[in-house]
């Protein structure tokens, strides 16, 4: 049983590079999100989804885009990145309400 | 704007000694979860707290919410070394998405 995997683990990018991380559940949850955490501030929501097909902004959203085509994935991505938007971003996923988030691995990434 | 504050920030203590985090938020709510980051790692479901007055436990660590003065503690009893972790607590603000608001995160040390 897989999770909650997010695909890569690290990255490196330039300023003004693109990229998309991916977030992949297999436990046929309806709730979707991705956060970002930076030293000192805890974990902000960037977007998140109540479903397939749906998407909505959370608390930081400047700068990211998100999809979800397919009710397992979760895409984030940066169309510019920025050196601020180095950090460590996790997807978590959520069968129902009053049900606990269920937190992928992170994927580190570092914006030169 | 839903604001969590936990306190202490950085707790260091001997092993076999008592100590409760404090988890305080602004906003209504009767939704309040635990979590445990190891470093370097994914978040950790502890605790879920859905009513005035819950209070679940497991092992060493106990878990309660006041709705009324919107304050959660963490207790831990006798701490062990493997209890070595950061701990947030986070809120849900009864909005859209079941969204959740971390708290900073308690940097828990337990010395031999």
């Known amino acids: 049983n897989a999770g909650v995997t997010q695909t890569p683990k690290f990255r490196v990018l330039k300023t003004g590079q693109s990229m998309t991380l991916l977030c992949a559940q297999d436990?046929?949850?309806?709730?979707m999100y991705w956060y970002r955490q930076d030293p000192g501030m805890g974990l902000r929501l960037i977007h998140y989804s109540v479903g397939e097909g749906t998407t909505a902004k959370g608390e930081v959203p400047d700068g990211y885009n998100v999809s979800r085509l397919k009710k397992q994935n979760f895409l984030l991505g940066l169309e510019s990145a920025a050196p601020s938007q180095t950090s460590v971003y996790f997807c978590?996923?959520?069968?129902?309400?009053?049900?606990?988030?269920?937190f992928g691995d992170g994927t580190r990434l570092s914006i030169l | 704007e839903l604001k969590v504050e936990q306190n202490p920030l950085f707790l260091s203590m001997q092993e076999g000694k008592n100590y409760t985090i404090y988890c305080n938020y602004s906003t209504t709510s009767d939704r309040l979860y635990w979590y445990r980051q190891d470093p370097g790692k994914s978040l950790e479901s502890l605790f879920v707290l859905l009513s005035n007055g819950a209070v679940k436990q497991e092992g060493r660590l106990m878990a309660s919410l006041d709705t009324k003065a919107r304050l959660s503690t963490l207790h831990i009893t006798a701490a062990v070394h493997d209890l070595s972790a950061t701990y947030f607590c986070?809120?849900?603000?009864?909005?859209?998405?079941?969204?959740?608001?971390f708290g900073e995160g308690t940097q828990l040390t337990v010395n031999p």
């Open positions: 978590a996923s959520m069968d129902r309400l009053n049900q606990p988030q269920h």
């Open positions: 986070a809120v849900d603000g009864l909005t859209s998405g079941s969204r959740l608001t």
């Open positions: 436990m046929n949850h309806e709730y």
